[in-house]
C-alpha cells in the first residue's frame, strides 16, 4: 500500500482562498517532501520538512510536520489560478535516494 | 543546467513492437530513477540505480521491462514487446545525496507519453 495517502483526492477553491492538502504516512521517515506536478508536466519540488521540524515556510506555502500522527499538511495561501496542479507528498523512509509517493490531490483554482 | 533530459517526448508504436526510451540525469547525481503514471495506478516508481547500479528493480511490472545504466551520464528503458496496458507516462527523475546530508530532491524529467496501439 502506499506510504502516502493524500486527502482530499481532489480541491476546488475560488482564487484568494487557503488550500489545504493532507498527507499522511505509516513509517517512520528522514523527511517528507511535497512536489506539484502540472498537467502533462514532470513533478517540481516544493518543500521539505525534516523529521525534527514542526513547521515551515515557503513564501505562500506553508507546511506542518506531526510525526506522533504520522501526517503532514500543505497550505496554500492566496491562492492563484496558476496554483492549478496536482500535489504529492513523498516520504522517505529508507535512508537513502529512494521516495514513496501518495496518489496526490488535484487542486482546481478558479478564477 | 539543463536539467533532466528524456527523449522521445512522445512514442506512438504497434502492439509487440520493442519500445526504448532515454533519460540523461542532471550532471553530478548519483541516483536516477524510472516512474510510470496512469490514471488508474498513480506514479508508480518501476526501477532506480545508484551510482549505475540497479538497486531496487521490484517495481519493475514483467520481464517486458529492462532498464540499464551504462554510463552516469545516461539509462534506458526498454519494453519488448510492448501491449497496449504499457501506455503511460514514462518519468525519469535524478537527485543526489550530498555527503552527511538528509535530503534527497528529485528532479523529473518532462516525461515520455507512450501510446501502444
Known amino acids: 500500500s502506499q506510504q502516502g495517502e493524500e486527502d482530499p483526492q481532489a480541491l476546488s477553491i475560488q482564487e484568494g482562498e487557503n488550500a489545504t492538502m493532507n498527507c499522511s504516512y505509516k513509517t517512520s521517515i528522514n523527511n517528507l517532501q511535497w512536489y506539484r506536478q502540472n498537467s502533462g508536466r514532470g513533478l517540481v519540488h516544493l518543500i521539505l520538512i525534516r523529521s525534527n521540524e514542526r513547521e515551515k515556510h515557503s513564501g505562500r506555502l506553508r507546511v506542518t510536520l506531526d510525526t506522533s500522527k504520522k501526517s503532514s499538511s500543505l497550505l496554500i495561501t492566496a491562492s492563484r489560478a496558476a496554483d492549478t496542479a496536482s500535489y504529492f507528498c513523498a516520504t522517505d523512509p529508507y535512508q537513502g535516494g529512494k521516495l514513496i509517493f501518495g496518489q496526490g490531490t488535484e487542486l482546481s483554482v478558479k478564477p | 543546467d539543463a536539467g533532466v533530459i528524456q527523449s522521445p517526448r512522445h512514442e506512438v508504436t504497434e502492439m509487440g513492437q520493442e519500445v526504448t526510451l532515454r533519460c540523461k540525469p542532471i550532471?553530478?547525481?548519483?541516483?536516477l530513477f524510472w516512474y510510470r503514471q496512469t490514471m488508474m495506478r498513480g506514479l508508480e516508481l518501476l526501477i532506480y540505480?545508484?551510482?549505475?547500479?540497479?538497486?531496487?528493480d521490484s517495481g519493475m511490472p514483467e520481464d517486458r521491462f529492462s532498464a540499464k545504466m551504462p554510463n552516469a551520464s545516461f539509462s534506458t528503458l526498454k519494453i519488448q514487446p510492448s501491449e497496449p496496458r504499457d501506455s503511460a507516462v514514462y518519468f525519469c527523475?535524478?537527485?543526489?545525496?550530498?555527503?552527511?546530508?538528509?535530503?534527497?530532491?528529485?528532479?523529473f524529467g518532462p516525461g515520455t507519453r507512450l501510446t501502444v496501439l
Open positions: 550532471s553530478g547525481h548519483d541516483y
Open positions: 540505480f545508484n551510482n549505475n547500479v540497479p538497486i531496487d
Open positions: 527523475a535524478s537527485s543526489s545525496i550530498a555527503q552527511g546530508a538528509t535530503y534527497n530532491e528529485q528532479f
